[in-house]
């Protein structure tokens, strides 16, 4: 099993950034996927990015695309996620998420290919 911690949420002018960090428990980190979806209020939780196991594919939502970037240290079990050029509209609870389903073959995207979640971390961005 995996457990995940979220750090580094907070409140942000619009164009600002903010660098999140998730860090993982347990010595099987390298084994999964990672992700970051989010969820604002009234809305459902949403992709944000994912990262392969080895770090060497990326994929990001259209709405973020060119403006975050996500990455991961295996040795130390963190995946992060920088945010630059932020906007109102991204402020939500930000949450990591770790799944095998796509290692099989399965979708980066919904969050049913992800097994294990992190508590979140708000990111408000004020106008």
């Known amino acids: 099993q995996v457990q995940l911690v979220e750090s580094g949420g907070g409140l942000v002018q619009a164009g600002g950034s903010l660098r999140l960090s998730c860090a993982a428990s347990?010595?099987?980190?390298?084994?999964?996927?990672m992700g970051w979806f989010r969820q604002a209020p009234g809305k459902e939780r949403e992709f944000v990015a994912a990262?392969?196991?080895?770090?060497?594919?990326?994929y990001y939502a259209d709405s973020v695309k060119g403006r975050f970037t996500i990455s991961r240290d295996n040795a130390k079990n963190t995946v992060t996620l920088q945010m630059n050029t932020l906007k109102p509209e991204d402020t939500a609870v930000y949450y990591c998420?770790?799944?095998?389903?796509?290692?099989?073959?399965?979708?980066?995207?919904?969050?049913?290919?992800?097994?294990?979640w992190g508590q979140g971390t708000q990111v408000t961005v004020s106008s």
């Open positions: 998420g770790g799944g095998l389903t796509p290692v099989y073959g399965g979708s980066y995207y919904p969050t049913s290919s992800y097994d294990y």
């Open positions: 347990g010595r099987t980190f390298s084994s999964y996927v």
């Open positions: 990262i392969s196991r080895s770090g060497a594919g990326t």
